[in-house]
């Protein structure tokens, strides 16, 4: 099983909302990731999970939360969020963060609107 | 900072024939990955060749292959026999290899490559 699986697949919610995106892998790996991509533009790093600890956190504004429940679970809470966070949210997941065999496997992404 | 530049913005080829996708990098180090990535309408990314760049050998999966030039930090994707499900923007990316396990992808804008039948 070579798959991240993330849903859902479309989200549209309000700015008053709360609302999560999940993304699941089951093939042992240790590092997860969660990326914003804007149309027409290269994917950006926001969060990086190694080993269910967060890594790396790329000056993501605080309406963006994060969460690890295990090593194969990947959680985006998101709760007032701006119409400007429209975008497609992609989650990967690679072996570990280490160099060496790196390889990240990237899920079908989970398109939201913020009206 | 690494830079990554991908001059092309979109590009296309006839069925079956052969095209090139061009990909430039600014960096300092000396060890370091190339990646191209394919992200068709679907949008799910998908990896489609790998360069390291201690290896002077430069890499091969199939129809696709890479000219890696180091010195000139050059390193195109060379797809042959094009076929319709070659459409999608491919993104050229750069990783500096590390111990410590903080570095993250730096991707280029992107080419959209289409194919005529």
């Known amino acids: 099983d070579t798959e991240v699986t993330q849903t859902p697949k479309h989200l549209v919610m309000g700015m008053t909302n709360k609302k999560s995106l999940k993304c699941e892998q089951h093939?042992?790996?240790?590092?997860m990731y969660w990326y914003k991509q804007k149309a027409k533009k290269p994917p950006e790093l926001m969060f990086v999970?190694?080993?269910?600890?967060?890594?790396i956190n790329e000056s993501v504004p605080s309406r963006f939360s994060p969460e690890c429940p295990n090593s194969s679970l990947l959680n985006l809470h998101l709760h007032a969020l701006q119409p400007e966070d429209s975008a497609l949210y992609l989650c990967?997941?690679?072996?570990?963060?280490?160099?060496?065999?790196?390889?990240?496997?990237f899920g079908p992404g989970t398109r939201l609107t913020v009206t | 900072a690494q830079t990554v530049t991908q001059s092309q913005p979109e590009m296309s080829v006839q069925e079956a024939e052969t095209v090139t996708l061009s990909c430039t990098y600014d960096?300092?180090?000396?060890?370091?990955?190339l990646f191209w990535y394919k992200q068709p309408p679907s949008r799910q990314m998908i990896l489609v060749i790998r360069?390291?760049?201690?290896?002077?050998q430069n890499a091969t999966e199939n129809r696709f292959s890479v000219n890696f030039q180091k010195a000139a930090k050059s390193f195109s994707l060379k797809i042959s026999d094009s076929q319709l499900g070659d459409a999608a923007m491919y993104f050229c990316?750069?990783?500096?290899?590390?111990?410590?396990?903080?570095?993250?992808?730096?991707f280029g804008t992107g080419t959209r490559l289409t194919i005529i039948p």
């Open positions: 990967a997941s690679s072996k570990t963060v280490l160099a060496g065999g790196f390889k990240q496997y």
């Open positions: 093939m042992g790996h240790r590092a």
């Open positions: 960096t300092s180090e000396s060890d370091y990955y």
């Open positions: 990316a750069y990783r500096r290899r590390s111990n410590f396990g903080n570095e993250k992808l730096t």
């Open positions: 360069q390291e760049a201690y290896k002077q």
């Open positions: 999970y190694s080993y269910e600890k967060l890594s």
